[in-house]
């Protein structure tokens, strides 16, 4: 087990809705990232956040945004749901920026359908 | 050209047969490169990781990085019921604020008892 937590486990919404995922690091790592893995691709990139200010972003629309906390814990929320949204959001923690962020430990996911 | 490409599979062997998965890449910058594994539904697991040229070898697990040729492979001896699962190649330029990691799509292998 890698330590990180992600919560709920799955989701089901409706186009157009917004929803909320949450994530918890491993103590110590002050480096968040989040992924969305559409079924039988590899995980994208969508930002990643350092000491709760974020520090990059991948292709991803505006209505992606997130948080991250003092106490490890992290939100990804997506604003105006799309059926292209369907995936399995990961998020991952690393101990660093400079360096260990290569070595980012992956929580189990939140499968997320959108209907 | 995707930055990563990575052959699908699916990819059957029997138990104990040796199993090579391999990546190429198009971005001379990634200088982190990593393999991961990936049971059904559940998160990425980070196997090995590689700084840079060369090979590493942990247990079964063997990682071969070729910069010149970006081409990245990883080994498997012995292969065990155990190891089916989806393995994901993934690269980073590291450092600063090139820190993302870009992953390959990955290789579905299934060891057959």
């Known amino acids: 087990e890698t330590g990180v937590t992600q919560s709920p486990t799955h989701l089901i919404k409706t186009r157009g809705q917004q929803v909320t995922l949450r994530c918890s690091s491993q103590s110590g790592h002050n480096t968040v990232s989040w992924y969305q893995q559409a079924l039988g691709q590899g995980p994208q990139f969508i930002f990643q956040?350092?000491?709760?200010?974020?520090?990059g972003r991948g292709n991803f629309p505006p209505r992606f945004s997130g948080l991250q906390f003092p106490n490890y814990s992290s939100e990804l929320n997506v604003n105006a749901l799309e059926l292209d949204d369907s995936a399995l959001y990961l998020c991952?923690?690393?101990?660093?920026?400079?360096?260990?962020?290569?070595?980012?430990?992956f929580g189990p996911g939140t499968r997320l359908t959108v209907t | 050209q995707k930055e990563v490409e990575q052959d699908p599979g699916p990819l059957s062997v029997p138990e104990g047969a040796i199993v090579s998965l391999n990546c190429t890449y198009s971005?001379?910058?990634?200088?982190?490169f990593m393999w991961y594994r990936q049971y059904s539904r559940k998160g990425p697991e980070l196997l090995m990781y590689?700084?840079?040229?060369g090979n590493k070898e942990d247990g079964r697990f063997t990682a071969q990085v070729d910069k010149s040729s970006k081409y990245i492979s990883l080994f498997i001896r012995d292969s065990q019921p155990s190891d089916s699962a989806t393995y994901l190649c993934a690269m980073s330029e590291g450092g600063g604020s090139n820190y993302k990691l870009t992953f390959g799509k990955g290789t579905l292998l299934t060891v057959n008892p």
């Open positions: 590689t700084y840079s040229s």
């Open positions: 956040y350092y000491r709760e200010e974020e520090n």
């Open positions: 971005n001379s910058a990634f200088q982190y």
């Open positions: 991952a923690s690393s101990a660093g920026r400079v360096n260990f962020n290569v070595q980012q430990y």
